[in-house]
């Protein structure tokens, strides 16, 4: 999968549990958008293992547009995730808004995200790089590449250079999707810097329909993995539910990547 | 090919000389940015169509921001573009202008383009519709989705269906790209109008490097086909050099994009 | 008005009929969205004249998205056009769209205006620069200053120098307005040519409410002019009502905006 | 200075020291990018205050892009802006990154700022709101006047309701000045709500020509109050150098600006 007569930046491969991403496999991660109940969480791990998705993915403090959207259920979606991940397999990934809250998010989650609205706040991309652990940094919604891997820049300041990039749309005056995917980045980010790249098709579209076509896009573009929402019942979802795969739809999904995945490898 | 649950528009198959688009196969457009000299145009349409390419493409007359930038050959182009595009068993694509000229233009070619800076020339439009050949409309630079479907309606609107979108990358805040590519729009677009739609990684990223990926990307999310510029030197050629791929480039991208092509056609 | 340290490009004032634009005094271009009916526009030539307005706008040939929009009365709203302006002591401008009505347009207007949707069809400008008239050239809806001076050359390559440029919002993601309106570019094209700029606060902002501010705001940053949309019955106008002010209205603009530009001249 | 047939929400004057902003007067808080000496400072803050700026601006801690850029002095400034601004009997307007360094900046300042980089910093929003400090909320850098609003309504939520809108340009296509002042979004907020709005003119355009009009465009516009840029030597400033006034150049700014405001009160 090299372009004739492209030198890329040596490959970094990050160690995730028994998993890894950077290398030769497509690292998946799924679940919903923010933990609700632990039984829908368990049953969602579940089914997003069997598909072959190993992190799971749930948000315990939400960063909402308006104070009145929901915000999340806390530190007690933090174990939960915890004790689902574990009975499925799984490693956890979840998102810390809070310098305070970093030290707790670090001891329940396998990679601290930094979402969108945070790729900006420098106090909180340095607590959470000197936790070690791995960060998944997402793109600013009207950040250039330049200015997302001088926010990694802040991370690798403390030490830490296990940052996986998250390019996850960003805005234009486009209103038919939530955001406009950028997947340019996505091959030009994997030219200049060895970092993994994952996608996530769920919040850039934010349209089901969109989410199967732009995961397959992403992967021959080059991605190293993928971050989907799944939920049991789009339809009744605390948040984000029009843009929510249904498990059985994951596992179709899953099907298709790999496929992809393995057509380019011997590109 | 088809998402769960999502019901796509009719496909419109559109027959192009002895090929079309909107079907089965994937329609790729290549040539030189603009013509150049006739030699050079007759050697990169043979090499083009060795590696798969059935339409011709490259310019007569171009839209140049600054009126100190080479303008294009006019009509001796045209020509030019019917003699290469003959020996080599091809159809002609190729861009006008200028109401005035459409007539000229509409008998030189097999398929009318109508380029990202005119795509709001509604006078143009209604013109290059009457001719009753088939269109190229490529999205307007900073185009909504609507809106382009809009100028299409100009074109429907004299009777002439046979349109084919060209999605060639938005204008955003991002300066790492020429434009950003809107691959979510390719897919999208499939779900609301059963035109073909395609895509133009040359012009939308700017970059040689990012032309194969993104191609790769842009069959993956669908598209009916491919318009990329291929010049024999680069570093010469009077235009678009750092975005042209060398005729051997280019085979190599053919194989990589059909094989992409195979794969998702089970889905 | 000079910024302490800045060099400002010398002024080129163009006349228009007995009035001129670029000097001491504002130009201020006032009248209907559309030419919908002689009476009306008379009437609405006289109201705007009396406050001050010497410019007659009006549209003959409408750029409208949708092929479905009204596109205008054509050739007989230039001749209404010409016998308002007459009436009231006012000069005319008015848009072209297609290179073969530039003639005529030329034969009936005092000021051809090239649209934001052509600014790149550099046919349209060539040909509008040929006719020797003064041009109200507007921005393009997504151009930077760079590519909409590019566009200004083409017509300077023609021998053609009387050309106004005309700020009206650009396309960001901004939704609360039609488009954000660019004053800054008001004040740095004074710095880098020394063309007269003028701004419409009416396409701009789409909201009847903000045109008098942003009037007001465009003269405080050094505008030259101003193109106004006025109405005698928004409620009930073919295109653009809710941005179109009643004529009483534009009467405590146009003082409001005299007000301004005598409190600024001493700066 | 209402619009005709414009219902504006009633306003809300907050005091600040023996200040006040949103009533009749302006209130122009000025200074440098960010401290960077204590006789400096003293100096730059008695000269804005014989110039008629009654709140202190100057960054303790900076939000920079790369780490590698000067990141602030921390605490000590704090206290350094505190002591110059008793001296020249000025307020202070400061900016907090970390919802830990909240109780210590609401301590020193009499405004608290959320950067531009923080609007969506919900954690942030929330502690600063609890403090009761007035709180200077800077637009997101590409966030629409709903997100801004809804990010106001964190700070509601704690019972704060002293907040104080800062325009400060957002990020569009445009690279000729830093961002695109958006002074429509100035006369929108004033029809809309009844928060005081003030108006970065020296981030926003990034060019020390351009502050002067943008300020008078901005009070034409309605703005309540200005935040501008200062320094005795802005060719070794820390940061921001290009868009920082001489504070012989803020003098007459001032004149133009209150000059300005006397001519619109009276609309």
Redesign the interface.
Known sequence: MS????KHAPRRVINIGSASIGGESLLVMAGPCTVEDEEMLIATALAVRQAGALVLRGGAFK??????SY?GMGRPALEMLQRAAKLAGMSVVTEV?????VETVAENADIIQVGS??M?????LKEVGRTGRPVLLKRG??S????WL??A??IF?TGNDDIILCERG????????RN?????????LR?ITGLPVIVDPSH??G????V???S???????ADGLIIEVHPQPEIALCDGPQSLRP??FA?LMG?VQ??RE??KS?
Chains 1, 2, 3, 4 share one sequence.
């Open positions: 372009e004739p007569g492209v960063p909402r547009t308006s104070p009145s915000q808004l809070d310098t305070r809250e609205r945070n900006h706040n420098t106090a909180l919604m009207s250039t590449l330049a200015e001088a926010a820049e802040y300041a960003i805005r234009t005056f486009e209103t038919a999707t406009t995917l950028d997947l340019s980045a996505v091959s030009l030219e850039s579209t349209k089901r329909s969109l199967a076509p732009m397959r896009a992403a992967v021959a573009a080059g059985e739809e179709i298709q496929r992809v057509t380019i590109f």
